[in-house]
C-alpha cells in the first residue's frame, strides 16, 4: 500500500518538475518564466520527498526530508525575489503581452540599508 | 560509464589544457579549475567504480560487507579538492590584484620580469 | 513563564523518563506536553498560545490548497499550445507591517504560481507584484489582499 | 712541508694587518717570509744532493684520494728555491714599489697567497693536491693582474688570463680525474713505475691532451699565450714574479713532473716540443713592434717558456740540462729587468722604451743591474745565461728529424730575444738623457737590493755553474728521466758550432734592433685580422657567448606564459608518448560501456557547459557555466557512492560562485586575443592533452585493483576508527596528518589574500 | 626515539599559530622566529645523529601500521636535508630581522616563513606519496604568498607565472598519484617499493614515472622545465629570494633522489634515467647561458640555480654510489652558498642601491671586507678548491668519468668555467669597478640608515654560511663519508622497507 | 540592492544553517558531513547574511576575528594530536573517551581534530569573504 | 518488476528529460537572469534525482547532500543577483 502511494507521489512529482521545465522552455519572458515555473518545481520536490518519507517510513529520514522541503519552501520565494528584482531593474524586457506596469513608474528601488 | 567518465575525464583536460594557454588571465583561472576537476575525476575513476553503495558501515554492523565504494580515493580526492580550493581562492585574488595594479589582463603584456633589460625579444 | 518554553522543558523531561534520547521521543513529548498545556489551559491566563496552533495549522492548509490550484492552471496552460496569459506588474498596497510580515506575505505571493512578488517600495506600504492571470486589476489586488493577507494577519497577530 | 704551507697562509693574512702598523718598513718584513721559507727548503740541500728524497703525507680527503702529500726533491727544490729567492727580491722591492696604492695591505695578502700556493704546486706530491694550488695560484694571479681594478683593461685582463688558465685547469682536472682512474691512485709518487700501464691504457691520449691544456694555458703557449702580454696589467712586481718567473713556470714543471710517469710516447714528445717551438718563434717575432718595457718582457718571456717546453719535448739528458739552466737563468735575468723596469717606470713616471734614454747618471746602480742581466738574457759570457744558451743550442742540434728547422727558429727567436734586450736593459740608459714625465733619480736601496742581487746570482752561477748548480741538477733531472745523471756544467766549451750560433744570434739581434726603429712603423700596420689570431679568437668567443647567451634567454625565458605551459606539457605528452609506445603491445582496454540514461544526459551537461565555457565571451555566462559543470560533477560522486566529496563539491562550488561574483564585476569583459592560428594550436595540443588522458583512463582501469588498503578500512573504520563514515574516518584519523597539511594550506590561502588586499606597497624592494 | 621525527613539522606549526594568535606583536614573532629555527635545528641535528648511528627512522602517524596509514620516515637523505632546511630557515629567519620590513611583518612574513619551512620538512619526511603531494602543496602555496607579499608590479607578474606553473605541476602529480594508486593499490612509499617490481599489469608504469618526473622536473626547475623561476625568484624582498633559491628547488631534486631510488626502482626507471641526463646536460648549459646574459644581480643568481640543479640531476641519474653521494654534496653545498649569495646580493642592494649590476661599482673600495664576505660562496659556487664547491664538482666529475658519461662531464666542466665567469662578471662590476654614479660616500646607505642590531643581523646569516663552505671545503673528509653513507642508504632501499613495513611485507 | 524581503529572511536563515553546519560537524563521523563541510556550510550563512545586509552588519554578528578563527583552528588541531603523546601511543593516535550521551557518542581526539578543521574552514572562508567585500564596497 | 520499481524508472526518466530541457533553456538564455534561474531549477532537480536515486540504489546517505544542494544553491543564486544588482548599480 505504502509503496504504491509513496511511488504515485513520486511520479507525480517528477512529472511537475518535467511540467515546470518545459515550462522554462516554453515561456515567453523571464517573468513569466519565473512565475510559473519556480513553485512548479517546488511543488514537484515537495511531492517526490514525501514519496521518500512514505517509502523508508523512517524518523531520521522523514526528518532530513522535511528540512529539505521547509528550507526549500523559505527560500524559493525569496530567490526568486531577488532574482526578477534584479532582472527588471537590470533591464530584462518584459513580454509584448504585459498590459500593465505599474513598477516603472515609480522606477527606484529601496537602496542599501 | 567507465568509458564515458574517460571521455569526460578527457574533455575535461583538454579544455583545462585550452583555456590556460590563453591570454585572458580569467580564462587561465578557469583552466586551472578545469584541470583540478578533472584531476579529482581521474583519481576517482581510477582508483575503480561503485555505483550507489557508499562506504558507510551500517548501524548494528562492524564492518563493510559486499560491493562498496573504495573510500581511499574519496579522502584523497577531498583532500585535493580542499587544497585546490584555498590555492584557487589565492589565485583569483591574485589576479584581481594583478589586474588593477597592472591594469591589464592580458597575459602577453606580462612579461617585464623575463626579459632582458634593453633587449627586446 | 513562556507556555511555548514550558512545551519544551516537558518534551525533555518526557525524553529523560522514557530513557531514550533520541528525536521521536522528544517530538512524543512535545505533542504529550501541548496535550497537557491545552488541558490545563486556565492555569496560563491570558495567552494565544492555544488558539494559534490551530490557526497555524488552517492557515497552512488553505495554502497548500491555493498552491495545488494555481499550480494546475499554470500547467494547464504550459501543456496547452495556446497562451491564456494576460501578464501585468500591480502595486499591492500593504497592510502588513513589520519585516517578518511583509516578507512572509511576498514570499506567500510568490508561492503561489503565477505570482511573483517584484519589489516592495522603500517606504514599505506598496509590494510590486508580477502577475500571469490580470484580467482586472482591481479585483486582483483585492483578492490578494482579502485572501492571504488577511489570513496571515490573523496568524501572525 | 704542510706547516711550511699553514704559515705562509697565515702570514699572508696577517699581511693587511701587520701592513697598516708597518707601513714604511713593510718590505723588510714581508721578504723575511720567503727568505724563512727558502731557507728551511734549503736546509736539506745537502741530503737532496746525495739523491735523498724527502716526502710527508698528512690525509685530507683520503677517501677521495686526496692528500696532503708533499715531496722535496732536486726538481721540486729547484723550482722552490725559484719561487723562494725571486719571491725575496720582489717581497722587497714591492715594499717600497706599492707605497703609493692605498690597498697596498691587500696587494701583500694577494702575493703572500700566491706564492704559498706555487709553492704547493711545485711540492705537492698528490694530483688532486697540486690542483688545489694551481688553482688558487690562478685566482691570486687573477686578484693581481686586476689590482689596478678601477681601469676596465685591468679588469678585462684579469678575467681573461682566469679565464684561460682557470679553463686549462678544469682540462686538466678531468686529465688527473681520468688518470687516477687509470692508476688507481692520485699520489704522484704512486705512479711513478706506472708509465707503461698509463700509456698503454686506452685513455691514454685523452690523459695527454687535457694536461697538456693546463699546462699550455697556464705557460701561456701558443695559441694560449695572448693572455701574458695583457697580464703586464699588473703593478710590476706582480709581473716580476708571477708572470715571469714563477706561476707562468707551474705548466712546465707539470710537464717535467709528469714527464718521466705518463711522457716518452711520441705523441706526449711531439706535442711538447712542436708546441714549445712554436711558442718560442711566434712570440719572439711578436716583441717586434712592441715598445712597452713590460710587454717587450713578456713576449721574450713567452719565447723563453716555449724554448723550456721544447726542451721537455726533446727530451734528451742534454736538453733536460739545458732546461734547468735555462730556466734558473731566465728566473734570475727576466726577474731583474722587470724590477728594472719597475724602478723606471716608479723612478720616470712612462714605460715607453721610445721615450727613455740616458739614464746612466741618474741611476748608476739601476744601469749596472740592468746590464749584467741583459748580458745574462742575450747569453754573453760569462753570465748564466750563457751557458743556458749553449746547452740549449747543443741539445737542438743532437735532435734528429726536426733538428735543421728548430735550430733556425731558436736562432731567430734568439735574435728577437737579443732585440729586446737591447730595448730594455741598454736603450734606456745609453744615449742622451730624455724629458720624462717624472724627474728620475736612483730608486731607494729596497728597490735595488732585489734586483740587484738576482743580478748578482746570475753572474754567480754563470761563474761557478759546477759547484752551485751542478748537484741539484742532477737530482732534478733524475726526477724527470728515469736515470741518475752525472752532469758536468761548464762556462767555456771552446770555440765549436754552438759558439758560432751564439755569434750568430746576438749579430742577428743588433741587426734586427737596427732595423726595428725603420720598420716599427710598418710593423704595427701589418697586425694580423682579428679572426686569425688567438686573442682574436678569444674575443670572439666572448662575445659571442654574450650573444648567444642573451640570444638563447630572450628565446628560451621569452616572457610568454603560454609558450611556457606549451613546452611544458608538449615534454610531458612527448615523454609520456613515447613510453606508452614502448609498452604499447602489452596494453590492452576493457572498458565498461554501459551508460544508463541520466549517466548519459550528465556527460553531455559536462560536455555542452565545458563548451560554453571554452567559447563564451560572458564572464557571468562563464560562471554559471562553472557552476553547472561543478554541480554535475558531484552528482556523478554521488552516482557513485561518494556523499562527502559530492557535499564537498557542491559546498566549493557555491563559494567559488561567490568569490567569482566579489572579483569578476572588477574585472575586464572577455577579449578574443590570440590568433586564430594559436587557437588552431593550442585545440591540437589541447586535444592530444585530452585524448591521452583518456587513454590512461581507459587502460589503468581495465584490470582489476586489488588493494588490501579498501578492506582494511571497510574493517577498521569502526571497531578501531570509532566511525560509521569511512572516508571521514580516513581524513580524521587513518590520514589525520594530510589533512593536518590541508588545513595549513587553507590558512595561508586565507593569509594570503588578506595580505593581498590590505597590504599595499610602498616602493620597496 | 624515532617520534622525534615529527618535530620538524611540529614546532614551525605551533610557532605560526603561536604568532598568528600574537598578531600584533611583530617584535615577538622575530623571536619566535628565530628560537623556533633554533630549536628546528636541534632537533634536525638530532634526527641527523640518530639516523647515522641507528638506521632508518619511521614512525607511523596515528599508530596505524604501515600501507593504512601515513608513515614519516627519517633516513640519512631525508636528515641531510632537514639538518639544511633548519640551517637556512635559521639564517633566513635572522636575515629577516635586517632585512624585511615592519608592513610584511605584519601582514604574516614571519608565520610564512615558517609554514613554508613546515612544508619543506614534511616533504622531506613524508613516506607516503599523497603525502608529499600535501607537503607540497603546503610548500607552494606559503611560496606563493612569501612571493607575493608586498604586492609591487613585478611580484605581481612575477607570481603569475609561478603561480600558473606550479599549479599545472600540481595537477600532473596529483594525476601521476591517482594513476599510481589504480595500479599499485597502495601509496605508501615502501610498499610502492615493494609492490611494483611485482606488479602483472605494468603497462603504465613507465608513463606514471614520466609523469612524477615532470612533476618533480618543474619544482626542480630543470630543462625544459623551469621558466617560472627566472621569471618570478628576483621579485620578493630578497631575504624571500634567498630562502626559495636555497631549499624549494632542492625539494624537487629531493623528490626525484627519494621517488626514482627508493620507490621507483625497477627496469622501467631506465628510460627516466636516461631523460634525466639528457635533461642534465641541456640543464646546466642553458642556466649559466641565461645568467651569462643577465645583469641584475639577483636574476643572474637565478639562472645559476638552474644550471646547479643540472649537475644535481646529472649525479642522480649516474646511480653510482659516488655519483649519488656526489650530487648530493652537490646540493648540500650548493644550499649555502646559493643563499648565502642572495643575502650578499641583499646588502649589495643596500649598500649599493641597486641590483643592476651597470648601476653600481666600488664596493671593493669601500668595503673590502664585504669583498672578501662575497667571494667565499662567490668562488665556492664556481667549484674554487679548497671550498666546498670544488669537492661536490670534484665527486661529481669523477662519477661521471667513472661511468664513461664523456659528453656530459664535458659539459659539466664547460659549465664551471661559465659559472666561473658570471661571478667574476659580479665581482668586476660590483666590487672592481668604478661607482658610474661617481665617488659614493661609505655611511649614508641604505645599509647604514637600519641600525647595529639589524646590520648585524645582515651580516651575521652571511658569515655564518661563508663559514659553512669554508669548512666543508677544509674538512671535507668528514663530509665525503657522510654522504658515501647517505647513498650507500639510499641506493640499499632495503633498509628503508624494512624500517617503514616492519618487515611485514 | 537591499531587499528587505531578503533581510528579513536571511536573519532565520542564518541561524538555521549554523545549526544545521553543528550538525553537519558533530555527525561527520558516522554520516556525510564533518568539520570541512560544516565550517563551509557555517561560513555559507554568514555570506548569505553578508549579502542581504552589507558588509559591516556581517562584522558585527561574527563574534570573533576570523584570523583568530584560523589561529584557534589549527590550534585545535595540533592540540588534538597531544593526548596521544601524553598517553604513549603513536604521534597522533586517536583516544577516546565514551560520553554515554547517546546522540554525542563517543568523543575522541580526531573528533578535536574535525573540530579545529571546522573553526579553520570558517575562519577562513570568513577572511577571505569579508576582506574581498571590504575592498569592494571601499571602491 | 514491481509498481515501485517501475515508478523510480520512469521518475528518473522524467527528471532526466526535465534535466536536459532546463538546461537547454540555461544554453539559449537569452538573458543572464534566464541563465541563473535555469540553474536554480538544476538544482532543485538534482534535488529530486538524489530523493530519487537513494530509494533506487536503497541507502539513505545521499539525503543529506539533498540538504546541502538545497542550501547552497540558495546562496549560488542570492550571490548571483548581488552581482547583477551591482552590475545594475554601474
Ligand atoms: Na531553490
Ligand atoms: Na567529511
Redesign the interface.
Known amino acids: 500500500m505504502m509503496e504504491i502511494i509513496s511511488g504515485t507521489l513520486l511520479l507525480l512529482g517528477t512529472l511537475f518538475i518535467l511540467l515546470s521545465a518545459i515550462g522554462i522552455l516554453r515561456m515567453p519572458d523571464l517573468y513569466t518564466r519565473m512565475s510559473a515555473t519556480t513553485k512548479a518545481s517546488t511543488l514537484g520536490i515537495g511531492l517526490v520527498l514525501v514519496g521518500t518519507i512514505m517509502y523508508w517510513q523512517d524518523f531520521g529520514i522523514a526528518s532530513r526530508a522535511l528540512a529539505i522541503i521547509i528550507f526549500l519552501f523559505l527560500t524559493a520565494p525569496v530567490a526568486a525575489h531577488i532574482i526578477g528584482r534584479a532582472a527588471y531593474f537590470g533591464g530584462v524586457p518584459l513580454w509584448d503581452k504585459t498590459h500593465i506596469d505599474e513598477l516603472k513608474d515609480r522606477g527606484e528601488t529601496d537602496g542599501d540599508p | 560509464m567507465t568509458f564515458l567518465l574517460a571521455v569526460i575525464i578527457g574533455v575535461l583536460y583538454a579544455a583545462g589544457t585550452y583555456l590556460i594557454l590563453r591570454r585572458s588571465m580569467v580564462k587561465v583561472i578557469f583552466g586551472l579549475i578545469f584541470l583540478g576537476h578533472a584531476a579529482n575525476l581521474m583519481i576517482f575513476t581510477v582508483g575503480r567504480l561503485t555505483k550507489g553503495a557508499p562506504a558507510f558501515v551500517a548501524e548494528g554492523a562492524s564492518g563493510l560487507t559486499g560491493a562498496f565504494a573504495d573510500p581511499l580515493p574519496q579522502a584523497l580526492i577531498l583532500t585535493a579538492i580542499v587544497i585546490g580550493f584555498g590555492v584557487q581562492a589565492f589565485t583569483i585574488v591574485l589576479f584581481k590584484r594583478t589586474y588593477q595594479t597592472l591594469g591589464t589582463e592580458d597575459l602577453d603584456e606580462m612579461r617585464r620580469t623575463d626579459q632582458l633589460p634593453g633587449g627586446k625579444s | 513563564m513562556n507556555p511555548f518554553l514550558f512545551n519544551i522543558l516537558l518534551a525533555i523531561a518526557w525524553m529523560l523518563l522514557v530513557g ?5 521521543t522528544f517530538t512524543a513529548g512535545l505533542v504529550v506536553g501541548y496535550l497537557l498545556l491545552w488541558l490545563s489551559r486556565a492555569a496560563w491566563g491570558e495567552t494565544r498560545y492555544f488558539s494559534k496552533i490551530p490557526l497555524v495549522v488552517r492557515f497552512v492548509l488553505y495554502f497548500l490548497k491555493e ?2 490550484i ?2 494546475l492552471k ?2 494547464f ?3 496547452t499550445p495556446k ?1 491564456y ?7 499591492v498596497p500593504l497592510d502588513v507591517e513589520t ?2 510580515e ?2 512572509l506575505f ?17 517606504d ?1 506600504t506598496t509590494l ?1 507584484v ?3 492571470y ?1 484580467k482586472d ?1 482591481d479585483r486582483f489586488r483585492h483578492e490578494l489582499k482579502n485572501g492571504l493577507e488577511q489570513r496571515l494577519i490573523e496568524v501572525m497577530r | 712541508m704542510p706547516a711550511l704551507i699553514a704559515l705562509g697562509f697565515l702570514s699572508s693574512a696577517l699581511a693587511p694587518l701587520l701592513y697598516r702598523r708597518f707601513r714604511e718598513q713593510f718590505g723588510w718584513i714581508a721578504v723575511m717570509v720567503p727568505v724563512l721559507m727558502g731557507a728551511v727548503l734549503l736546509s736539506h740541500y745537502p741530503q737532496i744532493a746525495a739523491g735523498g728524497v724527502f716526502r710527508e703525507s698528512v690525509p685530507w680527503v683520503p677517501s677521495l684520494g686526496v692528500n696532503l702529500s708533499f715531496v722535496l726533491d732536486g726538481l721540486s727544490l729547484t723550482f722552490a728555491m725559484i719561487i723562494t729567492t725571486v719571491g725575496a727580491a720582489v717581497f722587497l722591492f714591492a715594499g717600497a714599489y706599492m707605497k703609493e696604492y692605498e690597498d697596498a695591505g691587500r696587494f701583500f695578502l694577494y702575493i703572500g697567497i700566491f706564492m704559498t700556493s706555487m709553492l704547493g704546486v711545485v711540492l705537492s706530491d698528490n694530483m688532486l693536491l697540486m690542483f688545489v694550488f694551481w688553482e688558487l695560484t690562478s685566482i691570486s694571479s687573477f686578484l693581481l693582474i686586476g689590482f689596478n681594478h678601477h681601469k676596465e683593461s685591468s679588469r678585462r685582463s684579469a678575467l681573461q688570463a682566469l679565464l684561460v688558465t682557470g679553463g686549462g685547469g678544469l682540462a686538466m682536472l678531468a686529465g688527473i680525474l681520468v688518470l687516477g682512474g687509470v692508476t688507481g691512485t692520485f699520489e704522484i709518487s704512486s705512479f711513478y713505475d706506472m708509465n707503461e700501464a698509463i700509456t698503454a691504457h686506452p685513455a691514454y691520449p685523452v690523459i695527454v691532451v687535457l694536461l697538456l691544456l693546463g699546462a699550455f694555458t697556464k705557460s701561456a703557449q701558443f695559441p694560449f699565450h695572448f693572455w701574458l702580454p695583457n697580464a703586464m696589467e699588473a703593478p710590476t712586481p706582480v709581473s716580476a714574479y708571477l708572470h715571469s718567473a714563477t706561476m707562468v713556470k707551474a705548466g712546465i714543471y707539470l710537464i717535467a713532473r709528469m714527464n718521466h710517469e705518463i711522457g716518452g710516447t711520441a705523441l706526449w714528445q711531439d706535442t711538447v716540443m712542436v708546441t714549445g717551438a712554436l711558442t718560442m718563434l711566434l712570440t719572439a717575432l711578436l716583441a717586434f713592434s712592441q715598445t712597452d718595457l713590460k710587454k717587450l718582457l713578456a713576449y721574450s718571456t713567452l719565447s723563453v717558456l716555449g724554448t723550456l717546453v721544447m726542451l721537455l719535448g726533446i727530451g734528451s739528458r742534454l736538453a733536460i740540462k739545458a732546461f734547468f739552466i735555462y730556466l734558473i737563468a731566465h728566473s734570475l735575468y727576466k726577474g731583474t729587468l722587470f724590477l728594472v723596469a719597475g724602478t723606471l717606470d716608479h723612478e720616470t713616471g712612462t714605460r715607453d722604451v721610445t721615450v727613455l734614454g740616458g739614464l746612466r747618471r741618474l741611476m748608476p746602480f739601476t744601469t749596472v743591474t740592468a746590464a749584467l742581466a741583459s748580458f745574462s738574457m742575450m747569453g754573453v759570457i760569462p753570465l748564466v745565461g750563457f751557458i743556458g744558451k749553449e746547452t740549449v743550442y747543443e741539445s737542438i742540434l743532437e735532435v734528429q728529424s726536426w733538428g735543421t728547422y728548430l735550430i733556425i727558429a731558436a736562432v731567430v727567436a734568439n735574435a728577437f730575444v737579443v732585440m729586446v734586450t737591447l730595448l730594455v736593459g741598454f736603450r734606456p740608459f745609453w744615449g742622451r738623457l730624455r724629458e720624462t714625465p717624472k724627474h728620475a733619480h736612483e730608486a731607494p736601496l729596497k728597490m735595488l737590493v732585489g734586483p740587484g742581487m738576482l743580478a748578482f746570482l746570475g753572474l754567480l752561477f754563470g761563474l761557478f755553474p759546477d759547484a752551485l748548480l751542478a748537484p741539484m741538477l742532477e737530482q732534478s733531472a733524475s726526477s724527470i728521466l728515469s736515470e741518475t745523471l752525472s752532469l758536468k756544467i761548464k762556462l767555456w766549451h771552446g770555440v765549436n758550432l754552438v759558439l758560432v750560433l751564439s755569434f750568430v744570434t746576438l749579430l742577428l739581434g743588433g741587426v734586427v734592433y737596427a732595423l726595428r726603429s725603420g720598420l716599427l712603423d710598418r710593423a704595427r700596420q701589418v697586425s694580423l685580422p682579428a679572426a686569425l689570431t688567438p686573442s682574436g679568437w678569444y674575443e670572439t668567443g666572448l662575445n659571442g657567448l654574450q650573444v648567444l647567451a642573451r640570444w638563447q634567454t630572450s628565446l628560451v625565458q621569452n616572457g610568454y606564459l603560454r609558450n611556457y605551459i606549451i613546452v611544458i606539457i608538449a615534454t610531458a605528452i612527448f615523454l609520456a608518448a613515447t613510453a606508452l609506445y614502448q609498452a604499447a603491445d602489452q596494453v590492452s582496454i576493457a572498458p565498461d560501456f554501459e551508460v544508463t540514461f541520466y549517466e548519459g544526459a550528465l556527460a553531455f551537461i559536462i560536455i555542452v557547459s565545458t563548451l560554453i565555457l571554452m567559447t563564451s565571451s560572458s564572464r557571468l555566462k562563464s560562471i554559471v557555466a562553472l557552476g553547472v559543470l561543478g554541480f554535475s560533477i558531484g552528482i556523478i560522486f554521488v552516482i557513485y557512492g561518494a556523499p562527502d566529496v559530492a557535499l564537498t563539491t557542491f559546498a566549493i562550488e557555491t563559494l567559488n560562485v561567490i568569490l567569482f561574483v566579489l572579483v569578476l564585476y572588477r574585472l575586464p569583459r572577455f577579449l578574443k586575443l590570440s590568433r586564430s592560428s594559436n587557437r588552431v594550436r593550442d585545440a591540437v595540443i589541447a586535444a592530444s592533452v585530452g585524448v591521452f588522458m583518456t587513454m590512461i583512463v581507459l587502460f589503468a582501469t581495465s584490470f582489476e585493483l586489488s588493494s588490501g588498503l579498501k578492506e582494511y578500512f571497510a574493517r577498521a573504520s569502526l571497531p578501531e576508527g570509532k566511525g560509521r563514515n569511512v572516508v571521514n574516518v580516513i581524513l580524521v584519523d587513518f590520514r589525520a596528518i594530510d589533512t593536518l597539511g590541508e588545513i595549513t594550506v587553507l590558512a595561508v590561502a586565507a593569509l594570503g589574500v588578506l595580505a593581498l588586499l590590505k597590504l599595499r606597497p610602498r616602493g620597496r624592494d | 626515539m624515532n617520534r622525534i621525527i615529527m618535530l620538524p613539522l611540529l614546532i614551525p606549526l605551533v610557532t605560526a599559530v603561536a604568532m598568528l594568535l600574537l598578531r600584533i606583536r611583530v617584535q615577538l614573532h622575530r623571536v619566535l622566529n628565530v628560537v623556533s629555527a633554533a630549536l628546528s635545528g636541534v632537533v634536525a641535528l638530532a634526527i641527523f645523529s640518530a639516523t647515522m648511528s641507528s638506521g632508518v627512522l619511521s614512525l607511523q602517524v596515528g599508530g596505524w601500521e604501515a600501507p593504512f596509514g601515513i608513515s614519516l620516515v627519517a633516513d640519512r637523505l631525508s636528515a641531510v636535508m632537514v639538518v639544511m632546511s633548519a640551517l637556512i630557515g635559521l639564517c633566513t629567519a635572522l636575515y629577516s630581522i635586517g632585512t624585511i620590513d615592519e608592513d610584511r611583518e605584519h601582514y604574516f612574513y614571519h608565520p610564512l616563513l615558517q609554514l613554508l619551512l613546515m612544508g619543506v620538512n614534511g616533504a622531506f619526511l613524508t613516506g607516503d606519496i599523497f603525502n608529499l603531494y600535501v607537503w607540497f602543496e603546503v610548500m607552494l602555496i606559503s611560496s606563493f604568498v612569501l612571493l607575493v607579499l608586498g604586492g609591487l608590479p613585478q611580484q605581481l607578474e612575477g607570481a603569475i607565472k609561478y603561480v600558473t606553473l606550479n599549479l599545472l605541476s600540481s595537477a600532473i602529480f596529483l594525476a601521476a598519484v591517482g594513476i599510481l594508486y589504480g595500479m599499485a593499490g597502495t601509496l605508501n612509499m615502501a610498499d610502492l617499493a615493494v609492490r611494483i617490481p611485482l606488479l602483472e599489469h605494468r603497462e603504465l608504469l613507465t608513463v606514471v614515472a614520466v609523469l612524477f618526473m615532470i612533476t618533480f622536473g618543474v619544482k626542480a626547475a630543470v630543462f625544459p622545465l623551469f621558466f617560472w623561476l627566472p621569471a618570478s625568484y628576483h621579485t620578493p624582498p630578497v631575504a624571500v629570494s634567498a630562502v626559495f633559491a636555497g631549499l624549494l628547488t632542492k625539494v624537487g631534486v629531493y623528490a626525484i633522489m627519494r621517488f626514482f631510488t627508493t620507490v621507483f626502482v625497477c627496469d622501467d626507471a631506465a628510460f627516466i634515467y636516461d631523460v634525466l641526463l639528457w635533461s642534465s646536460g641541456f640543464t646546466m648549459v642553458v642556466g649559466v647561458l641565461g645568467a651569462v646574459a643577465q645583469y641584475d644581480m639577483r636574476k643572474l643568481l637565478s639562472f645559476h640555480i638552474i644550471s646547479q640543479i643540472g649537475y644535481m640531476i646529472f649525479a642522480v641519474a649516474l646511480q653510482s654510489p659516488l655519483a649519488v653521494a656526489g650530487g648530493l654534496f652537490y646540493m648540500v653545498h650548493n644550499i649555502v652558498a646559493k643563499t648565502n649569495l642572495f643575502y650578499v646580493s641583499g646588502l649589495v642592494k643596500r649598500l649599493a642601491g641597486s641590483y643592476c649590476l651597470r648601476d653600481i661599482g666600488g664596493l671593493y673600495r669601500l668595503y673590502p671586507l664585504f669583498g672578501l664576505l662575497f667571494l667565499v660562496p662567490a668562488l665556492g659556487l664556481a667549484g674554487i678548491p679548497p671550498l666546498s664547491g670544488f669537492w661536490a664538482k670534484l665527486m661529481v666529475i669523477r662519477a661521471g668519468i667513472e661511468a664513461g658519461a664523456w659528453g656530459l662531464t664535458a659539459v659539466a666542466l664547460s659549465v664551471s668555467m661559465l659559472t666561473l665567469f658570471s661571478m667574476i662578471k659580479i665581482w668586476n662590476e660590483a666590487f672592481w669597478k668604478d661607482d658610474p654614479r661617481g665617488e659614493q660616500s661609505a655611511d649614508r646607505t641604505e645599509y647604514h640608515a637600519i641600525g647595529r642590531l639589524k646590520q648585524g643581523m645582515i651580516i651575521a646569516p652571511i658569515v655564518v654560511l661563508g663559514l659553512v663552505t669554508v669548512v666543508f671545503g677544509f674538512w671535507f673528509e668528514p663530509f665525503f663519508e657522510m654522504m658515501m653513507l647517505v647513498a650507500e642508504e639510499l641506493l640499499e632501499p632495503a633498509r628503508y622497507i624494512r624500517s617503514v613495513t616492519g618487515g611485514v611485507l | 540592492m537591499y531587499s528587505v524581503i531578503l533581510a528579513t529572511a536571511s536573519r532565520y536563515l542564518l541561524m538555521l544553517l549554523l545549526i544545521f553546519s553543528v550538525f553537519l560537524l558533530l555527525r561527520g563521523h558516522n554520516e556525510p558531513g564533518g568539520g570541512f563541510v560544516g565550517g563551509l556550510v557555517a561560513a555559507a550563512a554568514y555570506a548569505l547574511y553578508f549579502i542581504a545586509n552589507g558588509i559591516d552588519a556581517a562584522r558585527r554578528i561574527v563574534r570573533f576575528e576570523p584570523l583568530g578563527m584560523i589561529a584557534s583552528g589549527l590550534l585545535l588541531a595540533v592540540l588534538s594530536t597531544l593526548p596521544s603523546l601524553l598517553a604513549g601511543k603513536p604521534f597522533m593516535s586517536g583516544i577516546w573517551i565514551d560520553t554515554g550521551l547517546g546522540p554525542i557518542g563517543k568523543v575522541g581526539t580526531p573528533l578535536v581534530f574535525d573540530f579545529g578543521v571546522y573553526l579553520l574552514v570558517l575562519g577562513i572562508t570568513l577572511t577571505i569573504i569579508f576582506s574581498l567585500a571590504e575592498e569592494d564596497s571601499k571602491s | 518488476m514491481s509498481y515501485m520499481e517501475w515508478a523510480v524508472q520512469l521518475s528518473v526518466i522524467f527528471i532526466g528529460l526535465s534535466i536536459l530541457v532546463i538546461f537547454l533553456r540555461l544554453v539559449i538564455g537569452p538573458s543572464i537572469e534566464d541563465r541563473i534561474v535555469a540553474l536554480d531549477l538544476l538544482s532543485a532537480n538534482a534535488i529530486a534525482f538524489i530523493a530519487v536515486y537513494s530509494i533506487q540504489k536503497n541507502t539513505t546517505t545521499f539525503l543529506d547532500v539533498g540538504i546541502i544542494v538545497a542550501l547552497l544553491a540558495f546562496l549560488g543564486t542570492v550571490a548571483f543577483a548581488f552581482y547583477l544588482g551591482r552590475r545594475g548599480k554601474q
Open positions: 531514550e534520547v533520541s528525536a521521536s498552491l495545488l494555481a499550480n499554470v500547467a496552460d504550459i501543456v497562451d496569459m494576460e501578464p501585468g506588474i500591480i502595486a519585516d517578518i511583509i516578507t511576498a514570499n506567500l505571493v510568490t508561492l503561489t504560481p503565477g505570482t511573483l512578488s517584484l519589489d516592495v517600495s522603500a514599505r510590486y508580477h502577475a500571469l490580470v486589476v
